[in-house]
T-cell receptor, first 110, second 115 residues
Framework: GQQLNQSPQSMFIQEGEDVSMNCTSS?????WLWYKQDPGEGPVLLIA?????ELTSNGRLTAQFGITRKDSFLNISASIPSDVGIYFC??????????FGTGTSLTVIP | GAVVSQHPSRVICKSGTSVKIECRSL??????MFWYRQFPKQSLMLMAT?????????EQGVEKDKFLINHASLTLSTLTVTSAHPEDSSFYIC???????????FGSGTRLTVV
């Protein structure tokens, strides 16, 4: 299956710092989503984006759907310890299949 | 709303045996469910799309005879790993879409260990 390129692969930041990660694909997607996964659990949806250029916020999280429909970014402002986890982007095709990014592991140092 | 229950959460089986994993949508009907596989510290890889009342659609490289998918009702899809081998050990996750709820909801995953 397809896989999206996500960067950075891992981040180690101080509590209170902002975080930025992005996702790129060679294919166009109709929907971009961002998930967070805790160890041993399934991913939990953070933000969904449905339109090219769309900028959506959910609390301290902000995500944008790239104009080309081949990329997206996620920002987390003022990070806190509970932000620790692995963040995945996902793109949805016209066939309603989801393909995931390679993941960004976030560590927040108190 | 939009809860997906996956069972079992952990299973250990012997090589050569088969294991069934269930994925249920608890408060909505799901005509389509998806099965993913995740190796440690890696991303989720889509294995197959499970369609209620019809055959599953498998991604390239996924053996349909080894990973049997049955979606007999609008709330239940099962994945059976047949003749399991140690290399099948992985984290398996299902997801489903509730039409009234944006995004796809994931189950909590099944950790399969084949010994």
């Amino acid at each position: 299956g397809q896989q999206l390129n996500q960067s950075p692969q891992s981040m180690f930041i101080q509590e209170g710092e902002d975080v930025s990660m992005n996702c790129t694909s060679s294919s166009i997607f109709n929907t971009w989503l961002w998930y967070k996964q805790d160890p041993g659990e399934g991913p939990v949806l953070l933000i969904a984006l449905y339109k090219a250029g769309e900028l959506t916020s959910n609390g301290r999280l902000t995500a944008q759907f790239g104009i080309t429909r081949k990329d997206s970014f996620l920002n987390i402002s003022a990070s806190i310890p509970s932000d620790v986890g692995i963040y995945f982007c996902a793109g949805q095709t016209t066939g309603n299949q989801f393909y995931f990014g390679t993941g960004t592991s976030l560590t927040v140092i108190p | 709303g939009a809860v997906v229950s996956q069972h079992p959460s952990r299973v250990i089986c012997k090589s050569g045996t088969s294991v069934k994993i269930e994925c249920r949508s608890l408060d909505f009907q799901a005509t389509t469910m998806f099965w993913y596989r995740q190796f440690p510290k890696q991303s989720l890889m889509l294995m197959a799309t499970s369609n209620e009342g019809s055959k599953a659609t498998y991604e390239q490289g996924v053996e349909k005879d080894k990973f049997l998918i049955n979606h007999a009702s609008l709330t239940l899809s099962t994945l059976t790993v047949t003749s399991a081998h140690p290399e099948d050990s992985s984290f398996y996750i299902c997801s489903a879409n509730n039409p009234g709820y944006y995004g796809y909801t994931f189950g909590s995953g099944t950790r399969l260990t084949v010994v």
